[in-house]
């Protein structure tokens, strides 16, 4: 199984950087994903890393440390329509298929 | 817009019956896994089916099941349905089940057990 951790809740300014971590355990690892999920809306995908280091996709950018077991989401400039939740996701190879499994997501405010 | 489409939008169902939900997989893709997502929480997989056969599944009873159809679409079907039940459900769909690729997830299915 999988063990994956993140914060539950985080508050930013309206052009500022927030990073968002996120650690896991798996026994299998084959990929990390970030979605954003607005309330009352279907996630939507951000990123992918499957190799140490950073993509870098406009004003998002995520990190990968496989060794550690984490990742973060980095944000930058912030916007009011960045609030929304953010899930990380691990994908695990082992037992023969490639099932992501979410975190509880990390709520995002952003305010003013 | 994703291109992948649940029916219904919104449900609400007694406690003890049986629910069908449906999934339009956005096209082109050929493998659909299901979620459920209660509030305040990140999706809980529920099971994967590649090319019509399921493919992989999570912690949920045998009274969530699934189909895929020729042409990828899919459903979830949950008998005896409780009152714990109520949450999003939620299908992604994805070309190739073990391919480094995204899932596309559709609105979601809102569904109340009373």
């Known amino acids: 199984g999988q063990n994956i951790d993140q914060p539950t809740e985080m508050t930013a300014t309206e052009g500022a950087i927030v990073q968002i971590n996120c650690t896991y355990q798996?026994?299998?690892?084959?990929?990390l994903f970030w979605y954003q999920q607005h309330a009352g809306e279907a996630p939507t995908f951000l990123s992918y890393?499957?190799?140490?280091g950073l993509e870098e996709k406009g004003r998002f950018s995520s990190f990968l440390s496989r060794s550690k077991g984490y990742s973060y989401l980095l944000l930058k400039e912030l916007q009011m329509k960045d609030s929304a939740s953010y899930l990380c996701?691990?994908?695990?190879?082992?037992?023969?298929?490639?099932?992501?499994?979410f975190g509880r997501g990390t709520s995002l405010i952003v305010h003013p | 817009e994703t291109g992948v489409t649940q029916s219904p939008t919104h449900l609400i169902k007694t406690r003890g019956q049986q629910v069908t939900l449906r999934c339009s997989s956005q096209s082109g893709h050929n493998t659909v896994s299901w979620y459920q997502q209660a509030l305040g929480q990140g999706p809980q997989f529920i099971f994967q089916?590649?090319?019509?056969?399921?493919?992989g599944r999570g912690n949920f009873p045998p009274r969530f099941s699934g189909l895929q159809f020729p042409n990828y679409s899919s459903e979830l079907n949950v008998n005896a349905l409780e009152l714990d039940d109520s949450a999003l459900y939620l299908c992604a769909s994805s070309l190739g089940a073990d391919l480094n690729t995204e899932a596309f997830f559709g609105q979601g299915t809102r569904l109340t057990v009373v």
């Open positions: 089916y590649y090319r019509e056969e399921e493919n």
């Open positions: 996701a691990v994908r695990d190879s082992s037992g023969g298929s490639y099932i992501p499994t």
């Open positions: 798996t026994s299998g690892f084959n990929g």
């Open positions: 890393n499957v190799l140490d």
